[in-house]
């Protein structure tokens, strides 16, 4: 079941190849490898300490690899600083929300385009026509991701007094201003009622189809896993499981053992 090791990586947007990663004494992750195609949708599961946001830090590039290598459109990302991901196309939504709370939606959405902008603090500073011009462009992206949110009539209200999920679906329109190719969603699901979970299927099946964004999401919540993921790759203490389509994976052994300690005969 699992994907053959040996599958090329310039076929793959993503080609996490035998990553390892430790901190001091311990081994978060241990010759992890998998890809993502172009154009899919992958769901990233596992216990909790099985190593799933470690490796969403490692392609942020928010933790170092001790071994392995990361490829992005073929490329080594292992050099990258922290703040060329987005620029390079990898967009990211975090667990905790990471949202200025004082300021306007608008301004928050705005905030995840600056890094995809040629100006800087001495063009801002001089108020010069092309970073005005920039700015505009900007403030009008910002507003279409609204509207592909349903969220234009909150523009200008303050982030901070909005509903949980409402905030939830603005920090996911904040990371597609930048234009990724490469989207990571961490625990998309976590907080939402049921209602804001069906919307969430609904909008991660959009970006991938109105946008060609490729999504690859860390979630506990095995009823989106299933429901949206054409893949899904299994961790389990910092190795990676299984690796397959999702109605192979709610049936693979280990992923039932890891999950329900269910003992093995």
Not at 82 to 98: D, E, K
Not at 140 to 152: I, K, V
Not at 178 to 190: I, S
Request: neutral net charge; contains cysteine; charged residues 20%.
């Amino acid at each position: 079941m699992e994907t053959s090791s040996d599958v090329s990586a310039t076929n793959a947007l993503l080609a996490v190849r035998n990553v390892g990663v430790r901190f001091g004494g311990i081994v978060a992750l241990d010759g992890v490898s998998f890809d993502i195609a172009p154009g899919q949708i992958v769901g990233l599961i596992g216990p909790n300490g099985a190593g799933k946001t470690t490796l969403f830090n490692c392609i942020s590039r928010l933790y170092e690899v001790n071994s392995g290598d990361i490829l992005y459109c073929g490329e080594s990302i292992l050099k990258m600083p922290v703040h060329r991901m987005s620029g390079i196309g990898i967009g990211r939504t975090f667990q905790n929300l990471a949202l200025f709370s004082n300021l306007s939606v608008l301004d928050n959405i705005m905030i995840g385009g600056h890094s995809t902008g040629k100006s800087d603090y001495f063009s801002n500073a001089l108020h010069l026509p092309w970073t005005r011009r920039e700015e505009r462009e900007l403030r009008a992206r910002a507003m279409e991701m609204l509207r592909f949110m349903a969220l234009e009539e909150t523009a200008l209200q303050r982030i901070g007094g909005l509903p949980f999920g409402v905030q939830k679906r603005l920090e996911i329109a904040r990371a597609l201003l930048g234009r990724p190719k490469l989207l990571l969603m961490d625990e998309p699901a976590g907080g939402l009622n049921h209602n804001e979970l069906s919307l969430l299927i609904e909008t991660i099946r959009r970006i991938r189809d109105e946008f060609g964004t490729t999504v690859l999401l860390v979630e506990h919540h095995m009823g989106l896993v299933m429901a949206v993921s054409e893949k899904v790759v299994a961790l389990n203490f910092g190795r990676k499981l299984a690796e397959g389509a999702p109605a192979e994976i709610q049936r693979h052994p280990d992923v039932i053992e890891a999950y329900l300690g269910t003992g093995k005969k």
